[in-house]
């Protein structure tokens, strides 16, 4: 499954590299792909752990990024 969110306070390419790197590194996803310029966040995922997957990517954007925000 492949959902694009949008990412909230973002500051610079640097981070937004920080943050794709970090996702990356979590074994529920397939891919993450941060694009700063139009603040999307792309996650690729198997469909049957959407709750799980959300809740780590959450977690992992709040210790990387604290000021950014997750949203649809």
Same mark, same amino acid.
């Given at each position: 499954?492949?959902?694009?969110?949008?990412?909230?306070?973002?500051?610079?390419?640097?981070?937004?590299?920080?943050?794709?790197?970090? +996702?990356?590194?979590?074994?529920?996803?397939?891919?993450?792909?941060?694009?700063? *310029?139009?603040?999307? +966040?792309?996650?690729?995922?198997?469909?049957?752990?959407?709750?799980?997957? *959300?809740?780590?990517?959450?977690?992992?954007?709040?210790?990387?990024?604290?000021?950014?925000?997750?949203?649809?």
């Amino acid at each position: 499954m492949e959902q694009v969110y949008h990412l909230d306070g973002l500051d610079c390419a640097a981070c937004a590299q920080k943050l794709e790197d970090a +996702l990356n590194r979590l074994d529920c996803l397939t891919a993450a792909r941060v694009q700063f *310029l139009t603040g999307k +966040l792309t996650l690729e995922y198997d469909d049957d752990a959407e709750r799980e997957v *959300l809740r780590q990517v959450k977690k992992t954007c709040r210790r990387v990024e604290p000021d950014c925000t997750l949203t649809r």
